[in-house]
């Protein structure tokens, strides 16, 4: 049974810093693209970042380059999301995918978490 779970999440500070991982189970993430996902009440589910399956390529959706850096651990079956300069439009629960494709549409993923929520204070 593939699982996979997110952690990190947390209330912070406009300006702060938060580190999100998603640890997956029963599933071998090396061969998969990931992403990382949010969703805000009221609003659709966004791409935030994708990596590909060894790591070479990454991406960002414009409203958190050069703030967000998304990585992967294989050895460790472990996504990460390191969150710095936070703002309050940020705040959404956020979620982690692993699918076949690198894209940041949700359509392309095939496996989820169950989310971690981050709220950013102003």
């Known amino acids: 049974q593939v699982q996979m779970v997110e952690s990190g999440g947390g209330l912070v500070q406009a300006g702060g810093s938060l580190r999100l991982s998603c640890t997956a189970s029963?599933?071998?993430?090396?061969?998969?693209?990931m992403g990382w996902f949010r969703q805000a009440p009221g609003r659709e589910r966004e791409g935030v970042s994708r990596?590909?399956?060894?790591?070479?390529?990454?991406d960002y959706v414009d409203s958190v380059k050069g703030r967000f850096t998304i990585s992967r651990d294989n050895a460790k079956n472990t996504l990460y999301l390191q969150m710095n300069s936070l703002k309050p439009e940020d705040t959404a629960m956020y979620y982690c995918?692993?699918?076949?494709?690198?894209?940041?549409?949700?359509?392309?993923?095939?496996?989820w978490g169950q989310g971690t929520q981050v709220t950013v204070s102003s």
């Open positions: 990596i590909s399956a060894r790591g070479s390529l990454e």
């Open positions: 029963g599933y071998t993430l090396a061969r998969h693209c």
């Open positions: 995918a692993a699918g076949k494709f690198y894209s940041l549409s949700t359509s392309a993923y095939d496996y």
